[in-house]
C-alpha cells in the first residue's frame, strides 16, 4: 500500500521538533508523527532537551530574548539528523525568521542556514523528501482543510497536505471558501487584540461549516486550537484533527 | 538643495495624538452597515484584481521588474530627484521642497496668497490628506473643494479617507444619500446615478471658478519632468487644467527614472487597484501651458515632500516601505482591514502598508499598537505589486517598540509583559524548570477545567476565553509519552 520511495524512508534519520503547543497541550498529535514515521521506517528520536524555538518572543518584539531560545534550539538540534515539525509556523520560525534574527551576524547566520537546509514541516518532508502521499491511512468521512498562513505563504506549501488527505481511504477532501484565508490566530494577536481575531475566526468557522464537512484539518496546532477553540464553544458538531492524527488513522469509522 | 520661488508662509505643525487601534476596531467592530460594506467592496476588489493578473502569464515577472525599478529609484533618490527638479524647471515649471507637512502646507498656501487665490479645487492625493492641506486652506480663508466623488463625500462628513484609493468605501448608498441632502439641500435621492449628478453639478461650477487646482501625482518621471496621474472620474484632468494654476504635492519616494517605466508601473498600478487594464484617464503632465497648447495652467508648481520618508530611507531594514505605489490591494486582502476597516488605523493610511508607515512617518511611540494589528498572515506580501515585505517590516518595527519602550522605562502593561517574556523565557531555557511548570500548572488548571477545556482564565487570557475555549494542559506531556512510546 505504501508507495515505492519507502524503502529509502528506512535509512532517514530524523529528530523531533515537537514544539511547546504539541507538547503541552496536544501530545496526541505528537504521537501520531511518531506512528506515521515508525510506518515508514524513518529512525526517529527526541531531542528531550527542547523547549520553544522562541517565536512568541519574536512575534512579540522581544528580539534579546528570542535569540537566547534560538541559540538554545540551535545547539539542541546540533548534528545532521533533519529536524521535523508538526507545525508550519514553528518551522517557518527557525527556516525564514532565524535568519532575520541573526541578521549582520555571519558566524550565526552561518550555523541557521545549515539548520534551516535540513528543517522541514512534516507534510512537506513526507511528500518532498520521503516521496511519500501514501501513507496506508484509512478515516471514513468528509473532511476540509485549512492552509495555514506561515506553511502556505513562508514555506510555499499548498499540495502537499492536499495530496496526503486525498490519499486516506474513506476520506473525501471538500474545499471550504477561501481556505487560504487566516484563521485570526496570529499567536499572541488573538490574545493582545481578541475581539479582531474572534471577528475573523467568525468567518473561518462560517466557511467550514459551509463546507459540510465533518472534520476540519490542518498542519498547526495554533491555528487548530483557534478553530477548535470556537467549534468547542458553540457546541459546532466538526471534529478538529492535526492532519498527523489523520494519517495515523487505520479506524474504518470515526 | 534647498531653494526656493515662493512665499512660505508659517503654518503650525499638525499636532498628532497617539493612535488607539484597539478602542478604536472595537468601536468599529459594532458598526455593522461599516461590516457589511467592507466585505462587499474588499470582496470585489479582491476578484476583479485576481481576474485581472490572471490575463498574465508572469504577474510575478512584472513584480520583481517593478521591485528593482523601485530598487533603483529609492536607492539614488537624490540623483533622480535633482534629475526630476532640473526637467519639471526646464519645461517652464517652478519646484519646491518641503521638510515636513508644515513646510508643504506654507509653500502651497504661499503660492496661493501671492496669487490672491479664493478657491482652490482639489482632485484625489493621499500626500495632500497626510499635511492636512485643506485644514490649513481653510485656516487661511481660502475655499478648497475635493473633486473626488469619494473625497467629496468624506469632505461633507468632515472626515479621512479609510481606503487609499476607495476613501468612502465606509459609507453606504443611503448614508451618502442622507449627507447630500443636509449638507447641498437636495431631496433624499436614492440612486447612486442620482447622486453622481448631484455631485457632478455642484462640481463643474467649482471648477470653472477655481483660482488654483491641487493635485497629487502617481508617478514622477525623472527624465523627462513629466508627472502622471491615474483616475477614473475626469476630476484630476479638470483639476489640473482649467485653473490658472496648477499645484502638484508629492512624497519624494514618486520618482521613477524613465518614461520607458511607465507602462509597467501603470499596468502594476491599476491592476493591483481597480483590476483595471487602463483607467478612464491618464495624464501625462511636463510643465505648464505652452505658448501654442489651446489649455492647461499658466503656472505649474511641483511641491517635493520629505515629511518622514528620509527617517525610512536611512532604515536598511524597512527601506522598502518606501516603494510603495498606493494601489491598495494590500488592503483589500488583509483579514484585519476587512474587519475593522481603514479608520481603525487612526490616521490617513490604513490596512497593512499603513500599519507599517503610519509609526515610521509620524515616529513609533505616536502609533505603537499599529505593528501589532496584524496575525502576521503574510497575504499582503504576496499581493503587493512591489512585493514589499510587510510581515517582515511590522516584525522589526515591533522589536522597536519594545525597544523604546524599554528607553522611556514605561510603567504599567509595558513592564508586565517584559517580566512575563522574561519568566517565559526563564522556564524555556531549561528542560528541567520547562518540565516542573508543565506539571504544576496541570495540577492548578485542574479545578477549572471540563471536558479537557478551559472556559475561562484571568487577565490577559481572558481575551481568548470570552468566546473560544482553551485547551486544558495534558496529564501527560509529549515528552512523557515518548518515554512510554520507546521503552514501554
Known amino acids: 500500500m505504501l508507495s515505492s520511495k519507502t524503502e529509502t524512508s528506512q535509512n532517514v534519520k530524523v529528530s523531533l521538533f515537537i514544539t511547546c503547543l504539541v507538547d503541552i497541550f496536544f501530545p496526541q498529535v505528537g504521537e501520531s508523527v511518531v506512528k506515521v514515521f515508525d510506518k515508514l521506517g524513518v529512525d526517529v ?43 508550519g509556523s ?36 513526507l511528500v518532498n523528501v520521503l516521496g511519500v502521499d501514501d501513507v496506508g491511512a484509512v478515516y471514513k468521512g468528509k473532511v476540509t482543510y485549512h492552509d495555514s498562513c506561515h506553511l502556505l505563504r513562508e514555506l510555499r506549501i499548498r499540495n502537499e497536505p492536499r495530496r496526503l488527505i486525498e490519499s486516506v481511504r474513506g476520506v473525501e477532501l471538500v474545499e471550504m471558501n477561501l481556505s487560504d484565508v487566516c484563521c485570526g490566530f496570529g499567536g499572541t494577536f488573538s490574545i493582545k487584540m481578541p475581539e479582531v481575531s474572534v471577528s475573523i475566526l467568525d468567518e473561518k468557522i462560517n466557511s467550514i461549516v459551509e463546507s459540510g464537512a465533518d472534520a476540519v484539518v490542518s498542519t498547526d496546532m495554533g491555528c487548530l486550537m483557534h478553530i477548535g477553540g470556537a467549534i468547542s464553544r458553540r457546541k459546532i458538531p466538526v471534529k478538529v484533527m492535526h492532519i498527523a492524527e489523520l494519517l495515523a488513522s487505520n479506524k474504518k469509522d470515526a | 538643495m534647498m531653494h526656493d520661488t515662493g512665499y512660505r508662509i508659517q503654518v503650525a505643525e499638525m499636532e498628532i495624538k497617539k493612535l488607539r487601534f484597539k478602542e478604536a476596531s472595537s468601536v468599529a467592530l459594532k458598526n455593522q452597515n461599516l461590516r457589511k460594506a467592507l466585505v462587499k467592496t474588499t470582496d470585489r476588489f479582491r476578484s476583479v484584481r485576481k481576474q485581472s493578473i490572471g490575463e498574465y502569464e508572469d504577474w510575478d515577472g512584472l513584480r520583481n521588474k517593478a521591485r528593482g525599478i523601485k530598487e533603483e529609484a529609492i536607492g539614488n533618490l537624490d540623483k533622480y530627484l535633482e534629475m526630476l527638479e532640473g526637467n519639471v524647471i526646464k519645461a517652464g515649471g517652478n519646484v519646491h521642497w518641503a521638510r515636513d507637512g508644515a513646510e508643504a502646507c506654507g509653500v502651497i498656501l504661499g503660492i496661493a496668497r501671492e496669487r490672491n487665490v479664493k478657491s482652490v479645487v482639489k482632485s484625489k492625493s493621499m500626500a495632500t490628506e497626510e499635511i492636512e492641506l485643506n485644514h490649513a486652506f481653510e485656516g487661511a480663508g481660502i475655499g478648497v473643494v475635493e473633486t473626488d466623488l469619494g473625497e467629496y463625500i468624506i469632505q461633507l462628513a468632515k472626515e479621512r479617507p479609510s481606503h487609499i484609493i476607495a476613501p468612502a468605501i465606509h459609507k453606504s448608498k443611503e448614508d451618502v444619500s442622507k449627507l447630500f441632502s443636509e449638507k447641498l439641500g437636495v431631496p433624499v435621492y436614492g440612486e447612486p446615478e442620482q447622486l453622481t449628478r448631484v455631485a457632478r453639478e455642484k462640481l463643474r461650477d ?125 488592503l483589500n486582502i488583509c483579514p484585519v482591514y476587512r474587519h475593522v476597516g481603514g479608520h481603525s488605523y487612526g490616521w490617513v493610511y490604513s490596512g497593512p502598508i499603513g500599519a507599517i508607515i503610519t509609526p515610521q512617518l509620524l515616529g513609533i511611540d505616536k502609533a505603537p499598537e499599529l505593528p501589532f494589528a496584524s496575525s502576521l498572515c503574510g497575504a499582503c506580501k504576496d499581493v503587493c505589486p512591489v512585493k514589499i515585505d510587510i510581515p ?8 522597536r517598540v519594545i525597544e523604546d ?73 509529549f515528552r512523557k509519552r515518548w518515554e512510554g512510546m520507546r521503552n514501554g
Not at chain 1, 519574536?58 to 528570542?66: C, E, I, L, T, V
Not at chain 2, 496621474?229 to 485653473?243: D, F, Q, S, W
Not at chain 2, 479545578?447 to 495534558?474: C, E, H, M, Q, V
Open chain 1, 90 to 125: 514553528c518551522t517557518s520560525m527557525v527556516r525564514v525568521f532565524y535568519k532575520e534574527l541573526f541578521r549582520g551576524d555571519p558566524k550565526m547566520s552561518e550555523k541557521v542556514d545549515k539548520l534551516s537546509s535540513r528543517t522541514f514541516e512534516f507534510t512537506d518532508f
Open chain 1, 45 to 87: 528520536d527526541f531531542p528531550e532537551a527542547q523547549t520553544c524555538c522562541g517565536q512568541p518572543a519574536f512575534n512579540s518584539g522581544f528580539r534579546h530574548d528570542a535569540k537566547a531560545l534560538a541559540k538554545r534550539f540551535i545547539s539542541v538540534f546540533d548534528g545532521d539528523r533533519f529536524i521535523v515539525s508538526p507545525s
Open chain 2, 206 to 330: 467649482e471648477f470653472l471658478n477655481a483660482d488654483m487646482g491641487v493635485s497629487g501625482v502617481n508617478f514622477a518621471v525623472a527624465e523627462t519632468g513629466t508627472i502622471v496621474i491615474v483616475e477614473n472620474e475626469g476630476n484630476a484632468r479638470l483639476t489640473t487644467t482649467v485653473p490658472k494654476v496648477h499645484v502638484a504635492l508629492m512624497g519624494m519616494e514618486k520618482v521613477i527614472p524613465r518614461f520607458e517605466d511607465l507602462p509597467l508601473f501603470l499596468s502594476v498600478l491599476m491592476r493591483s487597484a481597480t483590476g483595471q487594464k487602463m483607467t478612464t484617464y491618464v495624464s501625462f503632465i511636463t510643465g505648464p501651458k505652452k505658448d501654442d497648447d489651446l489649455d492647461g495652467p499658466e503656472e505649474f508648481h511641483l511641491v517635493i515632500m520629505d515629511n518622514g520618508r528620509s527617517g525610512i530611507l536611512a532604515s536598511p531594514e524597512t527601506r522598502e516601505s518606501l516603494y510603495c505605489i498606493r494601489c491598495g490591494a494590500c
Open chain 2, 392 to 399: 517582515r517590516i511590522l516584525l522589526e518595527l515591533r522589536s
Open chain 2, 405 to 477: 519602550e524599554m528607553e522611556k522605562q514605561k510603567i504599567g502593561t509595558g513592564i508586565l509583559q517584559r517580566l512575563a517574556v522574561r519568566l517565559w523565557r526563564f522556564s524555556m531555557e531549561s528542560k528541567n524548570i520547562y518540565n516542573l511548570l508543565i506539571r504544576l500548572s496541570y495540577f492548578a488548571q485542574l479545578p477549572f477545567t471540563n471536558k479537557g477545556r478551559l472556559r475561562s482564565l484571568p487577565f490577559p487570557f481572558s481575551g481568548w476565553t470570552d468566546r473560544r475555549d482553551f485547551p486544558a494542559i495534558a496529564e501527560k506531556p
